[in-house]
């Protein structure tokens, strides 16, 4: 059974400030992808990345896939308060998404 | 992409009760999912809603507890099934369209068991 442990568990920051949160699979991804959540919605997807070293820009997110496809981090440069969600990690094998804990990050104005 | 509401948007129900919620998509999908998010935690998947035949359930989930419809391609139900203060919890329903390797998310069902 695959298990995605995120790191922080949560983070609360002021807006302007950086971040970097963490992805760690226990086994190689089939395809990771980023979602945000926001209170009283469901998670929104924010980036797929397949191939191993990919690194892809969202505006201020930036996300990196490990060489090795079984880590991730995704950086946030000049947090906003509209940031704030829980951000969540998923390996995409076709049919099933298998999510990680989850980042709850908080950006205080 | 694709539209999802869910009805209802949450409940609060007493032990021993059902609760049937409802999934709707504005456009015909292949794959429709369920699934729950504990307070404060991730996502974990109940099962996938096959149309026209038995829903696809992942382990630690069962039929007897979260029966599942899907009459057609756009819509499905999950019901809760004597329901106890463990199962409170968000009910999400997800779907798949084409090939893409995107899947999008409900609002979700807050369900609350007193």
């Known amino acids: 059974t695959q298990l995605l442990e995120q790191s922080p568990q949560f983070l609360s920051i002021q807006e302007g400030e950086n971040l970097t949160v963490y992805c760690n699979s226990s086994?190689?991804?089939?395809?990771l992808q980023w979602y945000r959540q926001e209170p009283g919605e469901g998670p929104v997807l924010l980036v797929t990345?397949?191939?191993?070293?990919e690194v892809k820009k969202l505006k201020r997110l930036t996300f990196q896939f490990g060489d090795a496809r079984k880590d991730s981090s995704l950086h946030i440069t000049a947090a906003q308060p509209g940031d704030t969600g829980l951000y969540l990690c998923?390996?995409?094998?076709?049919?099933?998404?298998?999510f990680g804990g989850g980042t709850r990050l908080m950006v205080k104005p | 992409s694709a539209v999802i509401s869910q009805k209802p948007s949450r409940d609060i129900c007493q032990r021993g009760t059902s609760l049937t919620i409802q999934c709707q998509v504005d456009?015909?999908?292949?794959?429709m999912f369920w699934y729950r998010q504990q307070p404060g935690q991730s996502l974990t998947l109940i099962a996938t809603?096959?149309?026209?035949?038995?829903?696809?359930?992942e382990s630690g989930f069962v039929i007897d507890k979260f029966p599942i419809s899907r009459p057609n391609l756009t819509f499905s139900t999950l019901t809760v099934s004597n329901m106890s203060p463990e199962d409170s919890s968000i009910y999400l329903c997800?779907?798949?369209?084409?090939?893409?390797?995107?899947?999008?998310f409900g609002p979700g069902t807050r369900l609350t068991v007193t």
């Open positions: 998923a390996d995409n094998a076709g049919n099933m998404l298998t």
């Open positions: 456009s015909q999908v292949t794959m």
């Open positions: 809603a096959n149309q026209g035949s038995e829903a696809t359930y």
């Open positions: 997800s779907v798949r369209t084409g090939d893409s390797y995107e899947q999008y």
């Open positions: 990345v397949v191939t191993g070293g």
């Open positions: 086994s190689v991804f089939s395809s």
